[in-house]
């Protein structure tokens, strides 16, 4: 009696623990990079009971229920009511179209007396909560906060470019509908709109048999449309890819038929009569062909989109295609870099993350693989260049993996390959800085040859060594030693 009575005090002291939380949130840091951002004096805090108001939209919309289901997940405990002189978040979709948002800006005001969060679409709206719920702390899923004080500021925001699209390649090897799903809910929130799903090539294919019946590794009917609907209602359009030879040209029609999407991307495997005039038909029904003859152009170049390829140093990284494209490459990404031929430039719509999965079998692996490489690329089509920052990015990039590790969703942590920059440089020697892609990593070295271990000393800034020296590096990143010990002459 005596230890279950202890038990239930130990418990209830834990409940209280837990109700008692609270979180002032300081800093305005969301990915990708908002277009205007006005930081104000004053606060608002949001309590354990949310009330919001919805204007210009039905409660049953599916981005009014999304919204209201993900406050339960962060345990806000939301409630609709009538009037927005009530409401702690204003949900609003403008009766006059405003300018400045286009079809999916947003505009998110946190006041002295409330949130508002209005656009002139349902999909603004969207984002426009993706935004908010970036403000919230990381662990916001996972613990229960009795108060959340955020700054008051204004957010204007819209993106640069109509396509931003992530693809998925379920031929090398198939995942489930399910899994699709959390591939599509990261997408939503980083405010990626289209969905690129390949599923046939020269070998496979991952559609349903023309005559209805299910067969292994294959997805039926009854999926495809329930993938559609799900992405819909996360403001994405799902778009077929098919790589198209001569035996699957009589099933596009059919294929056209599953995807409401006006775009299709068609891989020929070889230029003939046949195809072409199949993709003429498709024309004529009014499917938009990416990349084919004079259409739209979506921008996925291998030296940046292709999230395939090694991130970090290979030697302690999972097997992957070759090449190296760390977070900080992908960051690189321009759909429209300078000097890009002006007619060219007039069909680029926007930009694909590429995920090949040749090497990649589980869940968890494709989500290792995309993140966080998904948020720069993301950032590079949604923030104009001049919004961008390397260094902010990287930042960023530390507080969503807290946010990603509370949802359960698998990531690299980045490169920790050091990186050697001289200044300085006489006769003697060189200035040396050194950096690693990852903010917060701790570098012990040493300048004599030997082992550094947590012993050694630190690096605190530029050090001045002599030509000749051996330089060995340890990065040790969240309490834990990484990859190698890496050497390097100085010359």
């Not at 990915?31 to 949310?50: D, I």
């Not at 508002?116 to 969207?126: D, F, H, K, V, Y």
């Not at 294929?255 to 775009?263: E, G, I, T």
């Amino acid at each position: 009696m005596k230890n279950r009575t202890i038990l239930s005090l130990l418990l209830f002291a834990t409940i209280l623990a837990s109700c008692g939380r609270t979180a002032v949130v300081r800093e305005i840091a969301v990915v990708p990079e908002p277009l205007f951002v006005v930081e104000k004096e004053g606060t608002y805090t949001l309590g354990r009971g949310v009330a919001v108001a919805v204007t210009g939209l039905g409660q049953n919309e599916a981005t009014v229920k999304y919204i209201m289901t993900s406050l339960r997940k962060a345990h806000l405990r939301p409630t609709l009511v009538g009037g927005a002189d009530r409401a702690d978040i204003s949900l609003v979709i403008n009766d006059t179209l405003n300018p400045e948002l286009g079809d999916e800006g947003y505009l998110l005001e946190v006041q002295g007396n409330g949130i508002i969060l209005s656009a002139n679409s349902p999909q603004g709206l969207l984002y426009a909560y993706q935004t908010l719920a970036q403000l919230l702390p990381p662990d916001v899923t996972t613990s229960r906060y009795r108060h959340i004080t955020l700054p008051t500021c204004t957010l204007l925001d819209r993106p640069a470019y109509p396509w931003r699209g992530a693809h998925l390649d379920v031929c090398h090897h198939f995942f489930s509908t399910k899994f699709v799903k959390r591939y599509l809910d990261i997408l939503a929130y980083y405010k990626l709109n289209r969905f690129v799903w390949h599923l046939a090539d020269s070998t496979v294919l991952r559609l349903p048999l023309s005559d209805g019946t299910q067969a292994e590794g294959r997805y039926s009917a009854d999926e495809i449309a329930d993938v559609v609907a799900y992405a819909r209602d996360l403001s994405i359009t799902v778009v077929p890819q098919l790589e198209v030879s001569d035996s699957l040209c009589h099933l596009l029609p059919e294929v056209a038929a599953m995807f409401p999407s006006p775009y299709m991307v068609l891989l020929p495997l070889r230029d003939s009569d046949t195809i072409a005039a199949t993709l003429d038909t498709l024309v004529a029904h009014g499917k938009q062909l990416i990349g084919w003859r004079d259409g739209a152009v979506v921008a996925a170049p291998s030296d940046y989109c292709a999230l395939q390829c090694y991130q970090a140093d290979p030697r302690w990284q999972p097997a992957a295609i070759g090449g190296l494209i760390t977070l900080e490459k992908s960051y690189q990404f321009n759909p429209c870099p300078p000097g890009t031929n002006r007619h060219l430039a007039a069909r680029i719509v926007g930009g694909n993350a590429e995920l090949w999965t040749d090497l990649i079998a589980t869940p968890s692996e494709a989500e290792y693989m995309l993140l966080p490489r998904l948020l720069a690329i993301g950032e590079a089509l949604w923030s104009p260049a001049d919004k961008r920052s390397w260094s902010r990015f990287r930042r960023k990039v530390e507080k969503e993996k807290e946010r990603l590790t509370a949802a359960g969703i698998t990531y690299c942590e980045g490169s920790f390959t050091p990186r050697l920059t001289a200044q300085s440089t006489t006769a003697a020697g060189s200035e040396i800085s050194i950096t690693t892609e990852v903010p917060n990593t701790y570098i012990f070295y040493t300048t004599d040859g030997s082992t550094p271990t947590r012993n050694a000393k630190v690096y605190l800034g530029p050090i001045r060594l002599q030509h000749g020296t051996h330089l060995k590096i340890l990065p040790v990143y969240n309490d834990r030693e990484r990859d190698t010990v890496y050497e390097f002459i100085i010359r």
